[in-house]
């Protein structure tokens, strides 16, 4: 009784290439991105997804449309899978940041709780991320021994990630950024109970509560097996 997560960081886009935030503004994949998708789109034949879930957003909703034509699986589109607001930090590049905020890109990415001016903290991108999961888990008999795909942003499978795996408010720095096209890779089992011999009689896998999650992958890309 399992079910897999994977979570898909969308292609390359020309503010990544630069170096520029992107946040929730509206950017599009770049040629190099369109190719990294379709690379993705085949290493994931296979791994068994059955339902693709996107962000809006236009890059990865992209990415999402060339990986579902590759499976033959239909995407659903959810706001709620956005990437991390940064407020007045959008459309800024790397080094504006630091020269107007100095220091504050490094708080930031060390301090879950802290959020640009005018944007989220990573907490706040979990807590409107994580139903899109539980609502999945409570919905969706299908899951049961196949894969789910979520193809987001980088903040947002982070901060998803973390808040899955039950990490405390000072340990979700400890995921290191998520490259382009790479994955988070997460297993919803049966949550430990206790020890009555035979398992809990009263599980309900489509209860949230009564399963727990466990880390298979993080930032695992093309590259990799």
């Not at 630069?18 to 599009?28: A, E, F, H, N, S």
């Not at 060339?66 to 239909?74: D, H, K, N, R, T």
């Not at 990437?83 to 930031?108: I, N, P």
């Amino acid at each position: 009784m399992s079910r897999r997560l994977i979570m898909l960081r969308h292609g390359q886009t020309e503010y990544n290439a630069v170096r520029r935030m992107q946040g929730q503004l509206d950017t599009v994949l770049s040629e190099r991105g369109v190719e990294q998708a379709r690379a993705a789109a085949r290493q994931l034949t296979g791994a068994g997804v059955t339902r693709i879930v996107s962000s809006d957003l236009a890059r990865a909703r992209r990415t999402a449309e060339i990986v579902a034509e590759a499976l033959g699986v239909e995407v659903t589109e959810d706001s709620r899978l956005r990437e991390t607001h940064l407020g007045e930090w959008q459309g800024l590049t790397h080094e504006q940041v630091d020269s107007v905020h100095k220091g504050a890109r490094a708080h930031w990415r060390n301090n879950s709780s802290w959020a640009p001016p005018g944007g989220e903290s990573r907490l706040e991108v979990a807590q409107r991320a994580r139903p899109v999961v539980d609502e999945l888990i409570a919905s969706y008999p299908q899951w049961e021994d196949n894969a789910v795909l979520i193809v987001a942003h980088g903040g947002t499978i982070s901060a998803l990630t973390s808040n899955l795996l039950g990490f405390g408010d000072d340990q979700y720095p400890l995921l290191k950024g998520l490259d382009n096209v790479a994955t988070s890779r997460v297993r919803a089992l049966p949550r430990y109970t206790g020890f009555p011999e035979g398992g809990d009689p009263d599980y309900n896998p489509a209860d949230p509560a009564q399963v727990a999650w466990y880390l298979d992958a993080w930032n695992q890309g093309l590259s990799d097996s």
